[in-house]
Structure formats: structure tokens, C-alpha cells
Nanobody
Framework: QVQLVESGGGLVQPGGSLRLSCIASGSIVSINDMGWYRQAPGKQRELVASVNSRGANINYADTVEGRFTISRDNAKNTVYLEMNSLKPEDTAVYYC?????????WGQGTQVTVSS
């Protein structure tokens, strides 16, 4: 059974930074393209960033381009999301999943709240 566990969220002031981590059971990180997604209250879940299995092809949503950085450590089955210059509109629950996502891989996510 695949498990993806996100961590690193919290409350941060506008302009602050957070680093999210996603640890996977098994070897799914090393063999799959991975993505970070987020869902804000009342909105659909959206893709924030994706990285291919070798880390060579990275894409970002326009809303986070230049502020967020996705990376991966296949040896640790872990994917990271470095978030800088956070804005209130970044407030959401953040999830990782393979890319494109599988419905049965969603974890609990980690809450990110950007507020003064």
C-alpha cells in the first residue's frame, strides 16, 4: 500500500518561507514524476509544481513561478517544496502525489497558512 506523508506546514507571515517535505513508502518517488498540489478553501485542488523522475524537467504554476522550488531526493524517497515570499493567497492544504495524480495516493496533506 502506497503512503505519502506530507509535513512542514504551519502559520507564517506574508513574505516568509516554509519548506515542505513528502516522504513516500516504497520506491514510488524514484520511479515516478512527482507533483505538489494545493487546495484552498472553496476551490479545486490545483497543481503547484511538478518534477520528472530524474529531476531534469520541472514546471511551476504561474502563480508560484520564481517563489517556489520543487526538488527530490530519490535515495530518501522524498520530495520537497521550498516556498519563499509567501502570500496570503498561498494559504491552502498542500499535498504531494505522483504526476499525474492517482486518486488512491492522496495523503492527509499539510496546512499552510499565510497571515499577519
Amino acid at each position: 500500500q502506497v503512503q505519502l506523508v506530507e509535513s512542514g506546514g504551519g502559520l507564517v507571515q506574508p513574505g516568509g518561507s516554509l519548506r515542505l517535505s513528502c516522504i513516500a513508502s516504497g520506491s514510488i518517488v524514484s520511479i515516478n514524476d512527482m507533483g505538489w498540489y494545493r487546495q484552498a478553501p472553496g476551490k479545486q485542488r490545483e497543481l503547484v509544481a511538478s518534477v520528472n523522475s530524474r529531476g531534469a524537467n520541472i514546471n511551476y504554476a504561474d502563480t508560484v513561478e520564481g517563489r517556489f522550488t520543487i526538488s527530490r531526493d530519490n535515495a530518501k524517497n522524498t520530495v520537497y517544496l521550498e516556498m519563499n515570499s509567501l502570500k496570503p493567497e498561498d494559504t491552502a492544504v498542500y499535498y504531494c502525489n505522483i504526476y499525474p495524480p492517482r486518486w488512491n495516493y492522496w495523503g492527509q496533506g499539510t496546512q499552510v497558512t499565510v497571515s499577519s
